[in-house]
């Protein structure tokens, strides 16, 4: 839907707006191995928002409430022309002269509130574009809807923005090199299934061809856990659909802390070139793809992971951390039901390595549209793994403890 506003009103019409924004749908289906389908209806009229562009606070840094006024006011104003119970979430786009609006945040619904409703639905996503659409481009769909999906910010908030993770996964950068959206992401999406992620079920060696992440099919990540909320994982990146400029390629390998907050890193890549020079266009991180014959170690945990060889898929070896490791040692997490517990395996002394599958709360995957809209995988969440628990346990303040949503839930 389309917004002006009585200091601001538009001086165009919406065509333009929905044919800039409109290739997300076809990228995200790529990035999605198909398994996603953005199906947008365009609302072609202006919706006059109730207050002047200058009145919901986006210049002095907006609240979560004053962003759900925003939505609210602009979902009243447009529900005499539409029905919002059709509809999973909302997208608010501006008017050009609306220079009051600069940037474009996710509003995901506080469960401990009311929130907006309109037609007998509560509208629980909604992404309001800002003027900086038209500088990112039509990726600030994919980067706003995998918010409303439950991904973080993979850049920092504070510091050199791009410390973590570069250019890779569009959460990091919507103008990266490489936005394909990291294997674990796609794993935790449901994209890519359980049977392509390979792990190590105890100490060990294990080596696994990788299939490159911009393509469907294959093994897709390789997943070393590494504590309670913490692993590392390798992936293949190729120049090819999204990924097709990216600065560097071979395995990627990075570490997960779903118990990191977005925008602090929850995943951090490793770098396997971190003394290069990066040419014009990467950043330092774009070029962490490792080679064939490169390795990454983790003193700390015991890590190994050696690139063995390269071609059109890419090879990937892990070696479990040794016995006397101390982080992992920690209790586990759940491991997979069709395997027994540690304490009940015969000799069974070392940590699980593997991730190992759990259920989740039914009522998490409700706050996920797309899953709302799939209600197959309400079943238990075959792809939700332990280390996503203290992700959850952000995401459900009401029901997994205190958080401040407030900080969380305005993400952009
Ligand atoms: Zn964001």
Redesign the pocket.
């Known amino acids: 839907m389309y917004v002006d506003f009585p200091d601001a009103p538009a001086t165009d019409t919406t065509e333009p707006y929905a044919a800039h924004l409109a290739p997300s749908a076809a990228w995200m289906r790529t990035a999605g191995y198909g398994r996603l389908r953005l199906s947008v209806t365009s609302l072609h009229r202006w919706i006059r928002m109730p207050a002047d562009s200058t009145s919901y606070g986006f210049a002095r840094g907006l609240t979560f409430e004053a962003h759900e006024k925003y939505v609210r006011d602009a979902i009243a104003a447009a529900d005499p022309y539409t029905d919002f119970s059709r509809y999973d979430m909302v997208y608010i786009v501006p008017t050009r002269t609306a220079a009051a609006i600069p940037f474009s945040p996710?509003y995901l619904y506080d469960p401990a509130t009311s929130g907006v409703a309109a037609d007998g639905t509560r509208l629980k996503w909604a992404v309001t574009f800002g003027q900086d659409m038209w500088r990112w481009g039509h990726k600030v769909v994919a980067?706003?809807t995998g918010?409303t999906f439950g991904l973080p910010?993979l850049y920092s908030f504070t510091g050199p923005t791009h410390q973590y993770a570069g250019g890779w996964d569009i959460?990091g950068d919507i103008a990266g090199a490489a936005p394909q959206f990291l294997g674990w992401h796609s794993w935790k999406l449901g994209w890519t299934r359980d049977r392509q992620v390979a792990g190590l079920a105890g100490r060990g060696h294990r080596t696994v061809r990788l299939t490159p992440v911009e393509r469907p099919g294959g093994t897709k990540i390789a997943v070393l856990r590494t504590g309670e909320t913490t692993a590392y994982v390798a992936e293949s990146r190729r120049p090819v659909r999204n990924d097709r400029s990216a600065c560097s390629t071979g395995v990627l390998i990075y570490r997960i802390d779903s118990a990191t907050p977005t925008g602090e890193g929850p995943v951090r890549v490793m770098s396997a070139n971190p003394s290069t020079t990066p040419p014009a266009g990467c950043t330092q991180l774009d070029l962490a793809a490792f080679q064939p014959g490169q390795t990454f170690t983790d003193p700390d945990t015991g890590v190994r992971i050696a690139v063995r060889a390269g071609g059109p898929a890419g090879m990937w070896s892990g070696s479990a951390a040794p016995e006397e490791d101390s982080d992992l040692r920690g209790s586990p997490g759940r491991s997979r039901a069709a395997r027994p517990p540690r304490s009940a395996r015969p000799g069974g002394r070392g940590p699980e390595q593997a991730v190992g599958v759990i259920g989740g709360p039914d009522s998490f995957w409700e706050h996920l549209p797309f899953v709302r809209s799939r209600p197959t995988t309400k079943q238990p969440p075959q792809h939700l793994t332990a280390p996503f628990r203290a992700e959850i346990a952000q995401k459900k303040p009401s029901l997994f403890g205190e958080y401040d949503t407030r900080r969380f839930f305005v993400?952009?």
Request: with cysteine.
């Open positions: 996710t980067h706003e918010h910010d959460m993400c952009w």
